[in-house]
């Protein structure tokens, strides 16, 4: 209830109520337009985000079931990671409710495009707000994928560059994890990224147009039953998946590489949520 008193000191149109226990969460998803799940334990060093599945994976089933009794025409949003485990695990609680909808459910992958434009500005003395890198697969390691080749302005790395900072974007959780010596994982930065994703999905409802944002959804586009890609939005969520694009061959074998990791990993959602629910 304190985050709530302090929220609600903040200068804005919001208006903030603070809920308190499993009992009152269906009153506080009642009549919302947009949920956010970033609820969970953090990574700690020498842990990976699968490391966070046992405890997180049940967090993020039992607050979607939740959603699907109190609010379930809502945009869920899914920060809790493993994002590549926790989506599948909430579509399936979904479909069990009989209430899916994958135009509605995302995995939030936005810090991995914030990172990529952040990087990638830095590289090549950019403004980078007018800096855009679009990041496809999941969200994890090797999962993720910057397509720099598709950069906005366009750019151009030596082979060696180009490895380097694809590697820096796929380990950048990593890099904050170790930096903090076990206090912790990305928090403001992924607060940041989230803000965004979210405010894109809300301009869309209100009628904004040409609002692409990458997430992690429900796709046809690989072999991979939810894979991450320029998506853009409308007033129902998920308007059109504008897909991979051309990829560099360099882009494509990072694409094939991630494969067998992302296909576990959403494997590995669908059995705990068919096997608990």
């Known amino acids: 209830m304190g985050v709530a008193a302090d929220l609600s000191h903040v200068a804005s149109r919001a208006e903030v ?3 308190e226990g499993p009992d009152k969460l269906e009153d506080c998803l009642k009549d919302s337009q947009v949920v956010v799940i970033p609820a969970g334990v953090p990574r700690k ?4 985000r699968d490391d966070l599945f046992n405890t997180n994976a049940g967090i993020v089933a039992d607050l979607t079931s939740a959603f699907a009794t109190a609010c379930h025409k809502a945009m869920l949003c899914i920060v809790t990671n493993p994002v590549n485990s926790t989506v599948p695990i909430a579509a399936e609680v979904l479909k069990r409710r009989g209430v899916y909808d994958p135009r509605r459910l995302f995995g939030v992958t936005t810090l991995d495009i914030v990172r990529a434009n952040t990087f990638v500005a830095e590289a090549k003395g950019l403004d980078v707000n007018k800096v855009s890198v679009p990041v496809i697969g999941g969200h994890s390691g090797v999962t993720i994928i910057p397509v720099i080749s598709q950069a906005v302005p366009g750019v151009s790395f030596k082979t060696a560059d180009r490895e380097a900072i694809t590697r ?3 380990n950048a959780g990593t890099e904050v994890v170790e930096a903090k010596a076990g206090a912790g994982s990305a928090t ?3 607060a940041f990224a989230a ?5 894109s999905v809300l301009s869309a409802i209100d009628g904004k147009r040409a609002v692409i944002e990458c997430a992690f959804v429900e796709s046809t586009v690989t072999e991979a039953p939810y894979f991450s890609t320029p998506i853009l939005l409308g007033r129902d969520g998920v308007e059109e998946n504008l897909g991979l694009g051309s ?5 494509a074998k990072l694409l094939q590489s991630a494969m067998p990791e ?3 990993n959403i494997d590995k959602g669908v059995k705990f949520a068919k096997e608990r629910y």
């Open 17 to 19: 109520t603070g809920y």
């Open 45 to 48: 060093p020498g842990m990976t």
């Open 168 to 170: 820096r974007i796929q």
């Open 188 to 190: 403001l930065s992924m």
């Open 195 to 199: 803000e965004r994703f979210v405010v």
């Open 247 to 251: 990829l560099l061959d360099y882009e």
């Open 262 to 264: 992302l296909l576990a």
